[in-house]
Structure formats: C-alpha cells, structure tokens
C-alpha cells in the first residue's frame, strides 16, 4: 500500500477513552492506594506479612554499592498476582494508565539495605529474594516488617519522571513459604560460574526466557563469573539486558540481505505515537523523540516541543546513550526481533511523539511493547490499545520510493517542522532543503 493511502486514514480518534481520560487527569487512583492501604492493614499480623504471594523484585540504585533490596508482593491477597509483574502481558491486554499504575502502586516493596556483593548468597533476605527473582512463578513468602508501610499520596497526584510505585517498608526477614520452581535453564546459568553474564543473557533469551524474566534474574546477582556476580539496581539492569540481547540480534542479521523496500510502520499506545521507518541498507539505527509541551517529561504548556535524538552506524555504538536512555535500547530490541525474525537488515529510523496525553511515566516496557507490536499492524483497527482508526490490513506497512520521499510524507503528521526534525536527526540531515521545511 502506497504511503499516503496508509497515512490518510489513520486520524487520531479525539472521542477515545484514553483522551478522557488524559485530560481529566483520572486520579481515581487515589481512591484506589486508600483502599488498598485500608485493606493492608487488615492483612497484618503484628508487624508480619503472612501468605504474600511475591512475583518480582527490586533493587534500588541511592548509595551505590550499598543498595536497598527488596522483594514486591501485592498488599491485597490475590490470585492473580503474577498480573502485577512487568511484563508484555500488559500491552497484549490493552492497559491503561491507570490501569498500570494500579499495578504498580499495589505492591509493597519489602526492603533492606544489602551490599552488592552476592557471590555466594543464598540464606537471609537477600537469599529470599534471588529465590523470588529466580522462580517462574510467584512465589508464596512470609515477611517479618520493623515499621509501616509509607504511602505518599503526593506521587500520585503530581508524577514525575519516574513512575510512580506502591509504598516501603522495611523488613527484618524474609522466609520461602514453598518451595520455588525455577527453570532447568536458569538452574544452568547459576551453575556455571565461569559463563560471562553477557553470554549466560543471550542463553537465556535464545532458550524462550523474554527480557523481562532475564532482568530479574541479572539483577539479583544470579548471572556472571562467579566473583563478579553482584545485586544489579533494577534501572541498570533493564538497560543491560535491552542492550545485550540488542547487541546478540544485531550480529544475526549483519550478514543478512536488506529489505528490498521502504517501508513505513505506526503504532499508538499511552499517548505515544511511533514511527518505524525501514529502509534498504545496512544495518543503522536512529530514534528521535519529540515531546509535546504538557507532556511528563516538558510540563510547561508554552514551552517548544522538547527534541532528543541518538543513532548508531553498522557497528554500532561505543557509548551509552545519555538523551534518551533506555528509550534508546527498548526500541532498537524491538526493531533487532522484527528484522532478525525476517532475516533481513535495513536503514532504521523511529520517531516517537509523546503527547500531553502521556500524563505519568509507566516505565520503557510500553515503548518496548509499542515497537514490538507495531509490526503487527494491530492497533490500526482502533483496538484497545488506542490506536488510531484506519482501514489498513493487519501487518502490512506503507510503502514509499525512498526513505527521503517516506521522511517527506511523515513530517506534516509531526509536532515539528522536517527542517526541526533534520537538524536533530542525523539520518534526516541529508534531507534536501526547501524554504517550507522552516515553516
């Protein structure tokens, strides 16, 4: 399909809930921490958590190399509490915001300072929490608490840059109620001691363990030569295993043939609009990011669209990408799985406009899932996840002659100007000029 045909009828649906819900702010979330606060309570035992069901973990990065570590379990008894994991479960069932942030302010993370070091940790509440971090499945746990949780309403009515999270206590143990089943491969990974992390990383995912599982399982300390195998805070982590498992596809299609095409891909989800362009040539990557005033990360209604940029050649980069941080690396690993699925390599360009809709920061996981999905061409029939309307065949992009002509034909549906758009990007640059680009 030609790239106008598939760009026309792809208009925002200005009536879609998660525009109603965007401007209202929709802090029903409040009435949802109060409840749960109330509920908590009621599940105390003194000052014990008995019959928690924890499904993940966290570990925290303030006082490096002296870190909190902490075990995540719903405050509420609940059958379902694997659904409180990140996880791409989340995109595939249409989350909200709200819906997300309900999630994660539903967990209680039951920490205690640990230092880094875990060579051979396996007891106490560190050990509890590789036991947890480890396991397929969540895991029923007893938790011994020295104060109250602490909830701060004040997150949650005016979020920041970091997504908001359910309260902190702090934990004086931590004991396995059952015995936690952990995968024959990550039983192979924790074994092997003298397996570099990077290596153990590319086993896992190679063996079906997505992102998601191999982070948790990094960031406790469970992958590397055995001397060096330390607590890993949960942000850096995210970012290794993104970057690892990046780096391991980008191999698997250096020698492969380019798409013989330009091709143009779109998805919507959260107030997030991505644009894929795939265009023949080698290997190249670049993601663009424009952020509308209003939006999280450039609050002020008057300001100009906030613009980051950072690409990488055909081998790849040298440096860890500072202006867009793990934007950067959750999208290049979705667009690595697509071409890699293919067989193919290409020119690869990904704008990413956030508008004021994005109201609260969910984590990288929606821009992961965003791109991931956004080869599937679901979200073009105006599904659940938001996306806008248009009588497009699932799966199929637009085409254009060149990627220059695919940039030309993207731009007007952009919150800046193709001359804004090519002095940050590298690969739009070479753009020729017209006196309407600065308009």
Do not use: C
């Not at 050990?127 to 895991?139: F, K, L, M, N, S």
């Amino acid at each position: 399909m030609q790239l106008d045909e598939y760009i026309e009828g792809m208009q925002p649906d200005e009536a879609a809930e998660r525009r109603r819900l965007a401007e209202e702010k929709s802090y029903e979330i409040l009435d949802y921490v109060d409840e749960v606060a109330r509920n908590f309570e009621s599940t105390l035992q003194g000052d014990s958590l008995y019959g928690a069901t924890a499904p993940s973990v966290f570990v925290g990065r303030s006082s490096y190399p002296n870190v909190s570590a902490g075990i995540l379990s719903p405050m509420e008894t609940s059958e379902d509490a694997e659904q409180f994991a990140t996880s791409g479960e989340w995109y595939q069932q249409g989350l909200d915001i709200d819906n997300v942030l309900q999630y994660r302010t539903g967990l209680l993370n039951s920490q205690r300072s640990a230092k880094v070091d875990v060579e051979d940790v396996w007891d106490g509440f560190v050990g509890v929490q590789r036991e947890v971090a480890i396991a397929d499945r969540p895991v029923d746990v007893e938790i011994g608490l020295s104060d109250t949780p602490e909830f701060d309403p004040e997150q949650y009515t005016t979020p920041v840059a970091n997504a908001p999270s359910g309260p902190n206590a702090r934990a004086e143990s931590a004991d396995l109620a059952e015995n936690p089943h952990v995968p024959r491969v990550v039983e192979k990974t924790l074994e092997d001691d003298d397996w570099q992390a990077q290596g153990a990383m590319t086993y896992l995912y190679r063996r079906g363990l997505d992102v998601y599982e191999i982070n948790r399982v990094l960031s406790v300390g469970a992958l590397g030569q055995g001397e060096n195998r330390r607590l890993v805070p949960t942000r850096w982590s995210i970012t290794a295993v993104d970057d690892t498992i990046g780096k391991f596809l980008r191999g698997q299609i250096r020698n492969r043939p380019s798409v013989d095409k330009t091709e143009v891909w779109v998805n919507e989800y959260m107030g997030n609009r991505y644009w894929v362009v795939l265009a023949p040539g080698q290997w190249e990557f670049e993601l663009v990011e424009m952020k509308a005033p209003g939006s999280i990360w450039n609050p002020d209604p008057t300001d100009d669209t906030w613009m980051a940029s950072a690409s990488e050649g055909y081998e790849g980069r040298t440096s860890y990408v500072d202006e867009t941080s793990g934007a950067y690396y959750a999208s290049r690993l979705g667009v690595l799985e697509h071409l890699a699925d293919r067989g193919r390599q290409a020119k690869v360009l990904v704008l990413r406009e956030v508008s004021d809709d994005y109201w609260a920061p969910v984590g990288v996981w929606q821009i992961r899932e965003s791109i991931r999905n956004a080869f599937e061409g679901t979200p073009l029939d105006g599904g659940e996840h938001g996306g806008a309307e248009a009588d497009v065949p699932a799966g199929e992009p637009g085409e254009a002659e060149t990627f220059h002509d695919a940039v030309r034909s993207i731009a007007p549906h952009l919150p800046v100007s193709l001359g804004a758009l090519r002095r940050k990007s590298t690969m739009v640059s070479g753009l020729q000029t017209g006196l309407s680009d600065f308009s």
